[in-house]
């Protein structure tokens, strides 16, 4: 306490001599800082107004920094005073980039959003970016900037939290425009986007994200990135070309995609045979954190794969260079492009009007990357590739095989024709003038005010896994026979999609997402992943002892061995080897998967009659202690037996004490007759005379709620039949008597 | 209110000295079961229809067993006959200054107007699955639950400070041990919310939840009387609970309560009795037997409750969501009989059985200990 107050006198205080002039020392500090801060925000608003300035910031990957210079290069050509400021992270794809263009760049703190669960690294996050927004109160003070340009991604957060700060305290004239590339908005920027001035966005779609700021210009693109003859693009190159090559670009975005990097070399051997007419172009990227160094990992696998004369033909049409700054020279002699979905690459491509082979990267928020590759396909401009999820080594990896990579490369190039096509489509797709519209946003002159001219991308969301399984569930109950799930899920690359997904969540930790990855991948007819399957199915890791103390088994659990069971019988292919796991399952330690196993068995009975070791298999579970598998495997016994066998053991359950296993056993003596295996014969009345046929249950017969729904049932179809009813003639009595008379 | 009036006219005059029947409790514990059964008799007709007209109606749910898909349309809410019918009895032949009855009116009413609200929500939504969320539900039943505790270990015990904490178990003459207030509040929290949802959960099959209550009603009547008489509960050893035979008739009154919505309720049941009627009377039976001292009793008595709650929470937390298979063919209890290959009638005849066995065996315990 500085100053203690007397109980009988309020106003007898008492200082010391430190206190007072403590307090005297903090106010003055305080005046002096609120006189400064006043001081510098008036600079601001005069340097603002005089001098146009403005801060650029967004990164972490090529996909947010170049639409920020596209959009810097746009303001330089109209008022070539501008002075810019690059506010990035330390380590990240700008500092690369922006140093070579040549914007002074400066560094604050930052970290990509780790989630809402509490956690060591929601406390980083939350320090690192403090810290990033102080530093960047400091630089607005000092760089006073008429606007900040910000393009997205956790680097752009500090000075857009700082801005929005001091727009608050009516501190700073500054506007924030916000630029969100994707459709789905990143997490930050959905957070932040609905304070900042505008949100401009690349699709339509987005607006139902940002419905009070947003306007939708498309996707900045710079200058450098235009077509330029093939002899023109040749000369600026740091690689020569050989003359009369098909030239193939490859790349993951700026910051590399270790699935492409990979598939790619694998893809080399393929390729090799067609080097004479081939020229490879690889942007390996600059990805050097999280474990996966681009650069090195490639040559790794390139010296794993390759013998060193081998390498030396590679030389020949292959070159390979972490990032290409004159990127647009590289797509210019390029014939055709294998990307990621980003909105950045994608809209380049467009840009330029090439055509282009997509692998989208799964999961990610909204499928985005998906949804873009789909739309770009349907607009006809591209191919879509996707990665699968596998386990390698206990790494859980994508993977898009190099074969698979090189046949459709090069059944593309063989084509010349379908390139043509591809080409001139893929340069509709998307629309252009983008840097225009952001200029005259953020100048607010309608300078450029052109809504029209573009293609609008087909927007049909993405079904999540939930949703789909219930979809193709009840597509399957309505008619197995005929059950095609691509009509269920949308069309053949969405299901491809579905698929690679279903796969991928095989991997996951907890159960039910396996469960669920096992249903999707049964309903979705993925037979690639059958050995996967049977490898789960066959899987006796045991689970934690405490599980198994309350019954649990293995690390794959009761219902997903049901569920794969189940999924192999959709699955609908009998090899030898589902048919030594299906016989395993027979045994398995779990009631439901024995009995899904039964069930199973007469669904393949047809392929399995005469199959000694599997008769003997069912007529082993008819004596199960579960009676749900009794009745199952009474059930398939009568669509796999051949012989006598078969009836005798059925006739043995005449007695059995649940109804439900004497029922199955005569329903499989009925397929036994009308499989022609037994004659019916006044022997076989005899013998299934002596089954006990009282039961516990019973169905009851509601008879007025089943006149109610035959009438329900009526009105309905009548309804859809647009029948006209004549209306019964009732007529007022006046004119009945004149009728009458 | 008779109650009353009679001692008002005893006091009067010696002319109405007759009146002293009222102080017999066997005589008032009949007459309260007789006026709940005819006032239920009296107003069904007439509530059935008026829940019909209102579209009161059961909803469907998704149990997984084909007889479920017969049920839905059938009136439900049957529960605010029962507790109205209860209440009208004790109305009138209740002693509304005794503790003992209040307190398990006051439980009844509670857990009954969760049960409406729950009720109400599913209809409102039309979906037997989406009532009144899980965690609102609990939150209110924890409520009541913490207030119950509190006045049973509290200052204003009905049963007195000396034995308001002690445990009596079945089958042993004296109280085992004492939990002291602060468990035994926290036992009595859990036993409540457990024996309401035991309830709740066993209402699922014409008639299940409703002779077993009887049932235990009824036995835990006898017991309130015992208790509640000075030389049987003497004989008996048992602690003697100057007001507990008040419970008796509040007893009654319930089983003929029960007794008229079986009427109606019985395979192919014309109404059910919804969240309304099995919360309300997992209430009761909660609140009754803490008061009586024989919630140790419960498990036993009660045991169709309690194996029905059981098997649904372990089937449902440790199997299903846990350690991913079926502990069990189908649970709770009767979804499991019925999938076994039993009929409703034959699942729900041969429960009420075991339950009456069980009340037998509870009975039991008034002599052998």
């Not at chain 1, 499989?675 to 022997?683: L, N, Q, T």
């Not at chain 1, 039961?695 to 009105?715: A, G, M, N, V, W």
């Not at chain 1, 009548?718 to 004149?738: C, D, F, G, H, Q």
């Not at chain 2, 024996?195 to 049932?215: E, K, Q, S």
Request: charged share 20%; hydrophobic share 45%.
């Amino acid at each position: 306490m500085f100053f203690s107050v007397h109980p009988n006198n309020f106003f007898h205080l008492e200082y010391t001599v430190v206190q007072s002039s403590l307090i005297v020392a903090f106010v003055l500090v305080f005046v002096l800082l609120v006189g400064l801060i006043v001081l510098a925000s008036r600079r601001w608003r005069r340097l603002a107004e005089s001098e146009p300035r403005v801060i650029l910031t967004g990164g972490g990957t090529g996909g947010h920094v170049n639409p920020a210079l596209a959009i810097a290069e746009g303001i330089k050509k109209r008022d070539p005073d501008t002075q810019f400021l690059y506010v990035g992270v330390r380590g990240k794809a700008e500092a690369v980039i922006v140093r070579r263009v040549g914007y002074p760049l400066v560094f604050v703190s930052s970290e990509g959003f780790p989630g809402l669960r509490p956690s060591f690294r929601t406390l980083r996050f939350l320090c690192r970016l403090s810290l990033g927004v102080v530093q960047s109160l400091f630089i607005l003070f000092r760089f006073a900037p008429r606007w900040v340009v910000a393009t997205g991604g956790y680097v752009s957060a500090p000075i857009i939290i700082a801005t929005l700060i001091l727009q608050a305290l009516r501190l700073s004239p500054t506007k924030i425009f916000l630029h969100e590339q994707n459709s789905i908005p990143g997490q930050l920027n959905a957070f932040l986007g609905r304070w900042v001035d505008r949100v401009l966005l690349t699709f339509p779609q987005t607006l139902s994200f940002f419905k009070k700021n947003g306007v939708v210009v498309g996707y900045p693109i710079r200058g450098s990135i235009a077509l330029k003859p093939r002899e023109e693009a040749q000369k600026d190159l740091s690689f020569t070309l050989p003359p009369g090559r098909q030239v193939v670009f490859a790349f993951g975005g700026s910051q590399g995609a270790r699935t492409i990097n990979r598939a790619l070399v694998d893809a080399l051997r393929h390729l090799l045979p067609h080097r004479d007419r081939l020229f490879i172009v690889h942007g390996m990227g600059l990805n050097q954190a999280g474990g996966y160094d681009a650069a090195a990992d490639t040559r790794a696998r390139l010296e794993a794969s390759f013998e060193p004369e081998e390498r030396a033909m590679l030389d020949t049409f292959y070159y390979r260079q972490d990032y290409f700054h004159n990127i647009g020279n590289v797509y210019s002699i390029s014939d055709l492009i294998v990307c990621r979905s980003g909105a950045g690459s994608l809209n380049e491509i467009s840009q330029l009007g090439k055509p282009a082979i997509l692998i989208p990267k799964a999961n990610l928020p909204g499928d985005h990357q998906v949804m873009n590759a789909r739309a770009m396909k349907h607009g006809g401009g591209a191919e879509i590739l996707f990665e699968d999820t596998i386990v390698e080594q206990g790494e859980v990896l994508e993977k898009l095989e190099g074969g698979v990579l090189a046949e459709k490369i090069l059944r593309l190039l063989n084509s010349p024709q379908r390139l043509n096509e591809m080409a001139a489509l893929s340069g509709q797709f998307l629309r252009r003038h983008a840097v225009e519209r952001i200029l005259s946003e953020l100048y607010q002159d309608d300078s450029y005010n052109n809504g029209t001219g573009y293609k609008s991308i087909p927007f049909k969301p993405l079904l999540t896994n939930h949703r789909l399984l219930l979809v193709l569930q009840r597509a399957h109950q309505a008619d197995p026979m005929g059950y095609n799930p691509a009509s269920a899920a949308g069309d053949e690359d969405d299901l491809t999609y579905y698929q690679h997904r279903a796969a991928g969540l095989l991997s996951h930790e907890p159960w039910q997402d396996r469960n669920l990855g096992v249903k999707l991948i049964g309903l979705t007819l993925y037979r690639e992943k059958i050995p996967t399957l049977l490898h789960m199915l066959s899987d006796t890791t045991p689970t934690s002892w405490i599980k198994r103390c309350f019954g649990g088994d293995f690390k794959q659990v009761g219902f997903i061995r049901r569920n794969i069971v189940q999924a192999l019988q959709i699955l609908d292919q009998l090899d030898p080897e589902v048919e030594r796991h299906l016989l395993r399952a027979m045994e398995d330690p779990y009631f439901e998967v024995r009995s899904q196993a039964c069930i199973a068995a007469a669904h393949f009975g047809p392929q399995l009659v005469g199959k000694d070791n599997w008769l003997q298999a069912v007529i082993q579970r008819l004596k199960d202690s579960c009676f749900e598998v009794s009745v199952e495997a009474g059930k398939a016994v009568g669509e796999i037996g051949v012989d006598h066998r078969a009836l005798d053991v059925l006739l043995q359950l005449k007695e059995s004490h649940y109804w439900q296993v004497r029922d199955a056993a005569l329903k499989g003596i009925k397929r036994l007759l009308e499989r022609r295996v037994i004659a019916p014969s006044p022997e076989l009345l005899k013998q299934i005379a002596s089954f006990i046929l009282t039961t516990t249950d019973f169905r009851p017969h509601f008879s007025i709620k089943e006149t109610y729904q035959t009438l329900q049932k009526l009105c309905r179809e009548r309804e859809s039949e647009n029948v006209v009813y004549a209306a019964p003639e009732i007529l007022p009595e006046t004119a009945l008597r004149k009728r009458m008379s | 209110m008779i109650y009353e009036i009679c001692n008002f006219l005893m006091q009067l005059s010696e002319t109405f000295s007759f009146f002293r029947l009222v102080n017999y409790i066997t005589f008032r514990a009949i007459m309260a079961a007789l006026t709940a059964v005819i006032v239920l008799f009296l107003f069904s007709r007439y509530f059935i229809l008026f829940v019909h007209r209102r579209c009161l109606l059961d909803q469907v749910r998704e149990t997984g067993i084909d007889s479920a898909f017969d049920k839905r349309g059938t009136p439900t809410m049957g529960g605010v006959l029962i507790v109205g019918s209860v209440l009208c009895s004790m109305i009138i032949w209740g002693n509304w200054r005794n503790p003992f009855l209040l307190c398990s009116i006051a439980g009844m009413l509670w857990f009954g107007l969760i049960g409406f609200y729950d009720d109400m929500a599913k209809v409102r939504r039309k979906s037997g699955d989406s009532g009144m969320s899980e965690k609102c539900k609990l939150l209110l039943q924890g409520g009541f639950a913490l207030l119950f505790a509190w006045i049973c270990v509290g200052p204003y015990a009905p049963l007195g400070p000396e034995l308001a904490t002690k445990v009596y178990i079945p089958f042993y003459k004296h109280a085992l041990v004492d939990f002291g207030p602060y468990l035994y509040g926290l036992f009595i929290f859990l036993f409540l919310i457990f024996v309401t949802n035991a309830v709740n959960i066993t209402d699922g099959l014409d008639g299940l939840a409703i002779t077993p209550t009887i049932f235990v009603v009824g036995v835990l009547g006898i017991f309130a009387y015992v208790e509640g008489n000075r030389i049987y509960s003497a004989y008996l050893y048992y602690p003697y609970l100057r007001n507990a035979g008040e419970l008796a008739i509040f007893g009654a009154a319930f089983l003929g309560a029960g007794l008229g919505f079986l009427w109606y309720n019985a395979y192919p049941a014309q109404i059910f009795m919804g969240d309304t009627g099995s919360l309300a009377i997992g209430g009761t039976m909660a609140v009754i037997s803490v008061l009586l001292k024989q919630e140790m009793l419960f498990p036993l008595l009660g045991g169709l409750f309690v194996s029905e709650a059981l098997t649904s929470q372990i089937q449902d937390k440790i199997g299903v969501r846990w350690i991913g298979r079926r502990i069990f063919y189908r649970a709770p209890l009767h979804h499991n009989l019925q999938h076994k290959g039993m009929a409703e009638t034959k699942v729900v005849i041969r429960l009420w059985i075991v339950s009456g066995i069980l009340a037998l065996i509870s009975l039991a315990t008034l002599k052998l200990r």
